[in-house]
């Protein structure tokens, strides 16, 4: 039996969770076909087959949790058959052989059949993406009993495929994560490792301060003003908006701002890319997609890559101020927290109005308490506009 081992996905984790296999014992697969679905760093990732044949052994369950470097699936070794076929022919010839081997100038074909390669039988195409097939299982929806609009099932076609049945039901589904203890779940592994790495390498410093954002407070999407406001400080600071690898620092050319969302299933920081280049309609709603996914399935693990930047607007929840957590190897996190009304002096004269309370923090390793305090002061300046 040829083993393949689970492999390093790279994501710094030492095991993933099974969550669908696309085969079972007995099957025949081709290579670089989709093999498994495994969760990791909290990205579903459907991992290949690294080459064609048959299925003898799955080593591990749905939800079975496997280290790396364990073995994940066995093959059946072909060739090793050939080779006892062969074996056994020669071992006993046929008489028709034997005799043929007396006949001056009759040339001989082998008496036996090599064993012909077998070819791997082709694959049902697969109908929907991991995510859409893990939000299927957590909704409890058959995809087999019901025919996708177009080539793939989308996650709107299996949450309206779901409704009818909750109502039915009169009962609200909960999260699988709320169903079952998530404590070693990929999310929360993946989150603990981040910040034992943030502690082991960074040297935070943080700023706070206030901004008054009576001008569109109540009448805008205080995320999307966020940021926008990051963009504008980081034109102001590039240094912020920076990698820093191998004591070296790289300042981005575009903002890639990593989105902190929480979720039961632990805390995902998704990243929008490139947010200069896209329209205020295009972020709000890339920022709904990631907040379901985050609730239901889970995001892709690209979309978990390339930030340089960080948001955690922590305030829709609770508290004001933060000391919020660097991730190497961004260099910055904008902390936004809760706000409030505060009586201010205008012109003057005492006023009421919305303070919003900024968080910064950043590698001191990397940039400089001058570059910071500026950067906040940019961003500031942004949000009060």
């Not at 409030?340 to 919003?356: C, F, T």
Request: with cysteine.
């Amino acid at each position: 039996m040829k083993l393949f081992k689970l492999p390093d996905l790279g994501e710094g984790l030492p095991d993933a969770v099974i969550r669908e296999w696309h085969v079972a014992e007995g099957d025949t697969i081709a290579a670089h076909a989709p093999l498994v679905t495994v969760e990791t760093a909290k990205a579903l990732v459907e991992v290949p087959a690294p080459w064609g044949g048959r299925i003898e052994k799955l080593f591990a369950a749905e939800d079975e949790t496997l280290d790396v470097g364990q073995p994940l699936v066995g093959f059946a070794e072909e060739a090793d058959r050939r080779e006892r076929d062969r074996h056994h022919e020669r071992a006993e010839p046929s008489k028709e052989t034997a005799d043929a081997g007396t006949v001056v100038g009759r040339i001989q074909a082998g008496g036996g059949s090599i064993g012909a390669e077998l070819a791997p039988q082709p694959l049902t195409a697969r109908r929907a993406t991991p995510s859409v097939r893990a939000l299927a299982r957590l909704l409890r929806v058959d995809l087999d009993q019901l025919t996708p609009a177009a080539e793939r099932f989308t996650a709107e076609e299996v949450r309206a495929a779901a409704a009818p049945t909750r109502a039915e039901s009169g009962s609200t589904l909960r999260p699988a994560a709320q169903q079952k203890d998530d404590t070693r779940s990929p999310a929360r592994r993946a989150m603990a490792l981040a910040m034992s790495r943030a502690r082991d390498q960074v040297a935070p410093m943080t700023l706070l301060d206030e901004v008054d954002v009576h001008s569109w407070w109540g009448k805008e999407s205080a995320t999307l003003r966020l940021i926008r406001a990051i963009e504008a400080a980081c034109r102001a600071e590039p240094n912020l908006n920076a990698l820093y690898e191998d004591d070296r620092l790289t300042p981005a050319s575009g903002v890639n701002l990593g989105l902190a969302v929480d979720s039961p299933r632990g805390l995902f920081v998704p990243v929008l890319r490139d947010i200069g280049a896209r329209t205020d309609e295009e972020l709000l709603q890339q920022i709904d997609t990631y907040k379901r996914q985050a609730r239901e399935s889970g995001i892709n693990r690209e979309d978990l890559q390339g930030a340089t930047i960080l948001l955690s607007n922590f305030g829709a929840l609770a508290g004001r101020f933060a000391t919020p957590v660097v991730m190497p190897p961004t260099v910055a996190i904008i902390g936004a927290g809760r706000t409030v009304e505060s009586v201010v002096p205008i012109d003057g004269k005492p006023a009421v109005r919305p303070l919003l309370p900024l968080s910064v923090s950043a590698d001191h390793r990397a940039v400089t308490g001058g570059e910071l305090a500026r950067f906040l002061a940019a961003l500031g300046t942004a949000l009060s506009k």
